[in-house]
């Protein structure tokens, strides 16, 4: 008969039958997490820079060169209270001029005599809704009433107008969209599927999918939605510099980030970017938060440097292009960083496995020195060595080895 054991943990199967889905859900809530914190960081980015939009600094200007103008532009900077900024400008040409390069957002111009010696009937606002067209419509808000208060109706001239179809702009900030996800979705497939495959195919896989995705953007916003009428080559350059950023950036950070390297992409290009890209808002009608990554993030680069390149003649194109071509170095550096870091971690593991295999081989060779001459006594003390022991000697070999 044989003895009764006694359990040590007499609950244990009990438990298990209690829950037998314990560990299953376990590991679902804690997947979990990374679906919180998407919802928690879009949350924040999101209602943090678009809710409740308001001017601070916002540059605009008074066209007219007599007292009455530097009054007029006193008074509204007062009543601003750090709204805005108000200039003068001596003539409606020069406030043209500032305008098509981004200088101001609006300029009012007051009743007074034309270039050409006439006399205009009704105060002016000058504005380009290339630059912003939410920019913009707040200009014209604060102007409006304006005239209204001097019995004048208000005439409103777009000096830089954007495309037929895309009558908002905004196009612009839909093709940066869907751009991007196109890029830092592919780094899942690269840096996951792809693992396998040598640091240096995997960035030239970046490289290869960054150009599929750069022409199908220059698809939609030429021939397809007709977002932009002209300068579709310089489009197409601003959108693989872009895309290839992302792509190298994520690729990298894979190495590093494993199961969160969705979040930690979705953080940079996702929250981040469209939120500080000026496509809906420019950074004078957001916080200091938001307005301070305009200045160098890579989302805003394509926005601006596309509005530069297509609307305003390339004013202030070089700057955007080189904010888009540092982002590049940028990925090109973690992805050369990611590489040396799996070739020394390779190189560490392979090191590991021989030494454990070398110790492995010792135990092996020891066991048979051993059993040798103990085979051998029973026939005069000398050793034999049978096909059979052969045979189980090597298939150890190979499975110390393996």
């Known amino acids: 008969m044989s003895p009764v054991r006694s359990d040590p943990h007499p609950d244990h199967g009990r438990d298990h039958r209690r829950n037998p889905h314990g560990a299953g859900l376990r590991h679902v809530l804690t997947h979990l997490i990374t679906p919180l914190l998407m919802c928690i960081g879009m949350g924040l980015a999101y209602l943090g820079a678009f809710a409740n939009p308001a001017p601070h600094d916002l540059p ?13 532009a006193q008074s509204i900077n007062d009543k601003a209270a750090g709204e805005l900024q108000v200039r003068t400008v001596a003539h409606r040409a020069d406030a043209v001029d500032q305008l098509r390069h981004q200088d101001i957002f609006g300029a009012y111009v007051l009743k007074g005599p034309t270039a050409h010696g006439g006399q205009r009937q009704a105060p002016e606002l000058l504005v380009a809704t290339a630059g912003s067209d939410t920019s913009a419509t707040v200009v014209q808000k604060i102007f409006t009433p304006l005239a209204a208060a001097q019995g004048q109706p208000l005439k409103v001239t777009d000096v830089a107008p954007t495309a037929k179809d895309d009558p908002t702009g905004q196009g612009i900030f839909f ?3 869907a751009i991007s996800i196109g890029s830092y979705a592919s780094v899942a497939v690269i840096g996951g599927a792809g693992a396998v495959l040598p640091m240096r195919l995997r960035a030239l896989l970046a490289a290869g999918t960054s150009l599929v995705v750069s022409v199908l953007g220059v698809l939609f916003a030429g021939p397809v939605f007709h977002l932009v009428d002209h300068g579709l080559w310089g489009l197409w350059g601003m959108a693989w510099l872009y895309s290839a950023g992302i792509l190298l950036i994520g690729v990298g950070l894979h190495t590093f980030l494993k199961r969160w390297t969705t979040l ?12 500080s890209s000026g496509g809906i808002f420019r950074p004078e009608m957001q916080n200091g938060f938001f307005a301070a990554l305009h200045s160098f993030w890579n989302g805003a680069g394509f926005v601006e440097g596309t509005r530069s390149h297509v609307y305003f003649d390339g004013h202030g194109l070089a700057g955007h292009v080189w904010t888009l071509a540092i982002w590049l170095l940028a990925g090109a550096a973690v992805v050369t960083v990611a590489g040396l870091a799996e070739r020394r971690r390779k190189a560490a593991e392979n090191e590991a496995a021989e030494r454990a295999t070398a110790v492995a081989a010792a135990a092996v060779a020891a066991t048979v020195t051993e059993a040798g001459p103990r085979a051998g006594a029973g026939r005069g003390g000398a050793p034999r060595e049978t096909a059979e022991q052969a045979a189980e000697e090597e298939e150890m070999e190979e499975a110390v080895g393996v």
């Open 60 to 72: 605009v200007a008074v066209v007219g060169s007599g007292q009455s103008a530097q009054l007029l």
């Open 175 to 177: 093709l940066l969209v």
């Open 264 to 275: 930690g992409v979705m953080a940079l290009f996702v929250m981040l970017n469209f939120t």
